[in-house]
């Protein structure tokens, strides 16, 4: 079946939840407790932050005097190391496993709370030795191993303040994550397996220390053991540190206030520079948890699988913290779904008994692609539920999952969030009946709406701006020292009814289902990666031979959208086949691979408004043979 990531028209059939299912459902009646957790969201959030070990309670539990800088559980005393790890070793599940790792090139690590905590605990030690104190920005670039949890981990739990740069971005984006970041301590890897080959993480952190004078310490951990280049008193290996005397398995855990930063991570936005979102222990960790023990009703015994990456929001949420707040047992797997076989991700979840795969639409089609033949050689009857996140998933892709991966028998959570909220926000429950392509209705205590341009609510049915209309805990703070631009980004177009503007837009249908449809800012979504088309338009005009561009989404059939370039070339230089290939390679080179456009065009001009701006919109409609809509700012 060859996957079509653009059917984008609703569907009407509904499905609905199994006897087993219903049975075992933390939450049965979705109606009647959204209409109470909305009636009083504070209180429905202070009864959840209940759940969760504070060293002391908070005063208020939504401080909005300072609108837009919300601020939860004011107060409050917390630290998210003593939720996710410390309390659990009170109990039995000192013994429970934390985290199954699997490398791609088939090694095994497990890790019980006990062993999780004295790698964390020793691991904290280290950074101590080596000055970093509380509100330290750390920077972590590591591929999706053990030591990336206990790296995070470790410096929460010091109060030194993470900043989890993606392991495929290049140098150049790292350098500037760092030097916005003003980090003194780099956490790394030798390298990475991908695909049977090794990404060199090392050789792109030494040329990136070049660039950013900030960094002092090096911390790598020996992945691949290929030969790197370590310099005297900077460098220090991973190993070498942990064996030392003041790697003591012993360390406290650093009381923070509710409202002190977690982690900042970096994303795209409208502007080239990239954002450093904030979010902090309390309403982060109260929000993260109770999403997803309801959404995925975590029971004790499940196994729990996100397949994402530790480096974005996803893996952060509901790799690391959500869970570990809910003691699952998670399983994390280093390298690509089709490597040496199209059945790797299914063996895996055979093989450990996965219950909840949570996963991209991307990554769904991209399997689907082999057929299913495949998914066929494995018993997947282990799984209870399935989730999606990243981009819109397409009624076909669903249907396979759904049928295929799930056996008709595991509903699919198609969760809608950002980087900016932290969590789920709008979300199925297990029990909801569910539409194909549709991510159903806001998660308990949360409101949204579908409006225009001047706020007000569009028809049932229309397409328009999405919004959050309350705060919630898990949203993001700020911008990393950038306040103005986090007021300006999410606070401003929607000022007077005070929402939070998302960047997508939606439509909602007769029955209250949320269809989300795209960007409607300057961001794409390519394999559910948050590009900037200002990111990718500088790095092209940062090469010699490029004068001007505009990068654009099309549709692609596995990867949701896919960068198209126009360029237009300096004075004297001729565009051919092989300045394509150079140009895509220099993108590659300058922000990751993810970022390497499918086609690059030359052109002579582009459309662009009077005052000077490109107008993209113009651009795709022309790609698609579309109307080109409204042509009045066009210049001539
Ligand atoms: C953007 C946020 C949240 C973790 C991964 C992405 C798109 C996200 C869905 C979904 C349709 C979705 C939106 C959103 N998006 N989930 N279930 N259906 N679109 O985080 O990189 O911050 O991107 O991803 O466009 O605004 P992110």
Redesign the pocket.
């Known amino acids: 079946m060859k996957p079509n990531a653009n059917e984008r028209k609703p569907v009407s059939e509904i499905y609905y939840p199994s006897e087993r299912i219903l049975k075992d459902a933390h939450i049965k009646d979705y109606d009647k407790l959204y209409k109470e957790s909305i009636a009083d969201p504070v209180g429905f959030w202070e009864r959840e932050a209940e759940n969760l070990d504070w060293f002391k309670r908070w005063d208020i539990g939504l401080d909005d005097s300072n609108k837009p800088f919300y601020q939860w559980f004011a107060g409050g005393k917390i630290n998210i190391i003593h939720n996710a790890i410390d309390r659990h070793l009170k109990n039995w599940r000192r013994n429970k496993l934390a985290l199954i790792w699997e490398g791609e090139p088939g090694d095994i690590r497990t890790y019980s709370y006990f062993e999780l905590n004295r790698g964390v605990c020793k691991f904290a030690n280290v950074l101590k030795s080596m000055g970093v104190k509380k509100g330290d920005i750390v920077t972590i670039y590591m591929p999706q191993i053990p030591e990336l949890a206990i790296s995070m981990l470790a410096c929460a739990k010091i109060g030194a303040v993470h900043s989890v740069v993606y392991g495929g971005f290049s140098v150049e984006a790292l350098a500037e994550r760092i030097q916005d970041a003003h980090s003194r301590v780099l956490v790394t890897a030798d390298g990475g397996w991908r695909r049977g080959k090794i990404k060199d993480l090392k050789g792109i952190v030494n040329e990136a220390i070049k660039r950013s004078p900030t960094i002092e310490v090096c911390i790598t951990v020996k992945r691949t053991g290929h030969d790197v280049y370590m310099e005297n008193d900077r460098d220090f290996w991973y190993h070498d540190l942990m064996g030392l005397p003041i790697a003591s398995p012993v360390c406290d855990t650093e009381v923070m206030d509710a409202e002190d930063i977690l982690f900042i991570l970096y ?1 795209s936005g409208t502007t080239g520079r990239p954002k450093g979102v904030v979010h902090t222990h309390g309403g982060y960790a109260v929000y993260t948890a109770t999403t997803h023990k309801y959404v995925f009703d975590i029971k004790d015994e499940d196994r729990w699988w996100c397949a994402a990456d530790p480096g ?3 893996g952060h949420s509901y790799i690391i913290y959500g869970p570990l707040i809910n003691a699952s047992t998670i399983i994390m797997y280093e390298g690509a779904p089709n490597h040496p076989y199209p059945s790797r991700w299914w063996n895996m979840i055979e093989k450990y008994g996965v219950t909840i795969l949570y996963t991209s639409p991307t990554a769904i089609r991209g399997l689907m692609r082999f057929g299913d033949q495949w998914a066929k050689r494995h018993d997947l009857s282990c799984l209870r539920l399935l989730g ?6 397409n009624p076909e892709a669903w249907r396979w999952y759904y049928n295929v991966i799930g056996k008709a028998a595991c509903p699919i959570m ?7 909220t932290g969590g789920f926000v709008i979300t199925p429950l297990p029990v909801t009946p569910l539409k194909p392509g549709s ?1 159903f209705k806001p998660f308990l205590g949360n409101q949204i709406a579908v409006v225009d341009e001047n706020g007000k609510e569009v028809p049932k049915g229309e397409e328009g701006f999405l919004v959050i209309k309350t705060p919630w805990p898990g949203m993001a703070r700020t911008i990393h020292r950038d306040p103005d631009r986090y007021v300006e980004l999410y606070w401003k177009k929607f000022e007077k009814n005070g929402w939070y503007k ?3 837009s939606a439509r909602i249908d007769e029955d209250g289902y949320i269809w ?1 449809i795209a ?1 409607v800012d300057e961001v794409i ?1 390519v394999s ?1 990666y ?1 590009l900037g088309t200002a990111e990718i338009e500088s790095a092209l005009v940062s090469h010699p031979s490029v004068a001007e561009a505009a990068a654009i989404a099309l549709p692609h059939e596995v990867k949701g959208n896919a960068i198209h370039a126009y360029v237009i070339l300096r004075s004297g230089i001729t565009g051919n086949k092989e300045l394509v290939d150079i140009l895509k390679e220099h993108v590659a080179h300058e922000m990751g691979s993810i970022a390497r456009p499918e086609a690059i065009e030359f052109v002579d001009s582009l459309p662009k408004t009077r005052s000077g701006k490109i107008m993209r919109r113009v651009i795709k409609a022309r790609a698609l043979g579309i109307d080109e809509g409204d042509l009045t700012t066009l210049d001539e």
Request: net charge negative; glycine share 12%.
């Open positions: 994303t974005w929001i996803t999606s996140v990243g981009e819109p998933l198609d969760t809608w969030w950002q980087t900016e991510v998302t960047g997508d989300v960007r979504k559910g948050r």
